[in-house]
Structures are given as C-alpha cells and as structure tokens.
C-alpha cells in the first residue's frame, strides 16, 4: 500500500486534484479520449471544485462514477446531483457524463444498456475511490448480497447490489473493473478511516475488506 500523509485535509484536495489534472492531460497526450471515474459523498467535494476549474480538453474527458445509489437526480442521495454540481461545471463542464443510472424501477433492468456505454471507455484513466470505516468502496461492501460474484476476476463491468440496512438498491462498477484503472487514488480523513484502512491491508481479504482488493495499486491520500 502506497500510503501518502497530508499536514492538512485542504492542501490534500488541493494536491491531489493537481495530480489528477496531471494524470488527465498526461493520458489525453497519447490518446484520443481519457475516462475519470469517482465517488460520490461530500468528503470528494473539493477535489472536484478545484477540478473543474482546470483547462483541459474535457470535450475528450469521459466522466463517471464508481456507483450510484438507485433514486432519481432529483433526490439528495444521488451521486450524479452531485456530480453535477461540484465537478461537471466551469471546464469540466465540457465533460461526457457516462450514467449509472436510468429510469428503471431496479437496477437490473438495465444493466446492459447501462455497460455497453461503459466498455468502450475502459480501462479507467484516472480513478479516485473513497472508503467507508467498514471497510467498503465503491458500493462493495461487506454482507452485501453478491459481494463475492463481485470480486470476481470475470465479474461483469456493473452489478446491482443490495446492502442489509441500506435504503436503497445499489449499482457499482466491481473490482476487476476498479482493479484495471491505469491510475488509483483512494481518499481518506479521520483517525478511524486510517485505522481502518490499514486493517484492511492486513486482513487482505476482499469479502471481509473489499477495499483490500484495490491496495496493491492504489496510492491512499490520508488527512486527520
């Protein structure tokens, strides 16, 4: 595990979206069109709004993200509302939105047109991941009902998944498809994230720990 300390979170968002921009303008230079795939939640927020300011090519820029919960962009748990608003705007505005999310009553009754807009733009440029204190990231989490189909190295490129307690369906991207991405950047703040992360690096065990499958290839960005 490549493992990364910041003295503070803000010069974390500011480094890390420097470094991405980097990542971006360094893949559009050897081809035609880059793919960047991140989160949702509010801990990314700031990296996206200094993203969105940077002068790329963004028309060549792919833009989705890791997974999404299964309600409409109009509601406040929507991942793509987000999106919308701290990254797709300013330069990045430019972007092409690849959706995970399409009017349908479940997930499953488009999971195929929903991949097949998906393939072609693998592998993932750029990728940047968040993680909660179970240890899950994207929507693959621990108890989750087809986890283990998941992680699979022949998973399909999208899953619908469906978590105890969550209130919701879920789709995500699985792990073969995170563990492609050319560039992996994970971001976490607090004391308890940083525990947990460095608990799932030991237990190496990707139904327990499903961020452990992405350690390996992933530089974790780290702020109390």
Not at 24 to 40: C, K, M, W
Not at 55 to 80: F, I, Q
Not at 119 to 144: K, N, Q, R
Request: hydrophobic residues 45%; negative net charge; aromatic residues 4%.
């Amino acid at each position: 595990m490549n493992f990364k300390k910041y003295p503070d979170r803000e010069l974390m968002m500011m480094d890390l979206a420097d470094l991405m921009a980097s990542e971006l303008a360094s893949a559009l230079r050897h081809q035609d069109r880059a793919t960047l795939a991140v989160p949702g939640g509010t801990t990314p927020g700031p990296v996206f709004d200094a993203l969105s300011g940077v002068k790329l090519d963004w028309a060549r820029v792919d833009v989705m993200l890791t997974d999404e919960r299964w309600v409409p962009e109009s509601s406040d748990r929507s991942n793509t509302r987000l999106l919308r608003e701290r990254l797709l705007t300013g330069h990045a505005a430019a972007a092409r939105l690849l959706p995970l999310h399409s009017p349908a009553e479940r997930p499953e009754d488009v999971l195929e047109e929903l991949s097949a807009a998906i393939e072609p733009a693998l592998p993932i440029s750029v990728l940047l991941l968040g993680m909660g204190a179970d240890m899950h990231t994207a929507s693959l989490f621990p108890g989750a009902d087809r986890l283990a189909e998941a992680m699979d190295d022949d998973a399909p490129v999208l899953m619908a998944m469906r978590v105890p307690g969550a209130e919701e369906p879920r789709i995500t991207l699985t792990a073969p498809v995170l563990k492609g991405a050319l560039s992996s950047h994970l971001l976490i703040t607090g004391i308890e994230k940083r525990a947990a992360v460095e608990r799932a690096a030991k237990l190496n065990d990707p139904v327990r720990s499903p961020v452990s499958a992405i350690l390996g290839t992933t530089t974790v960005h780290w702020a109390e």
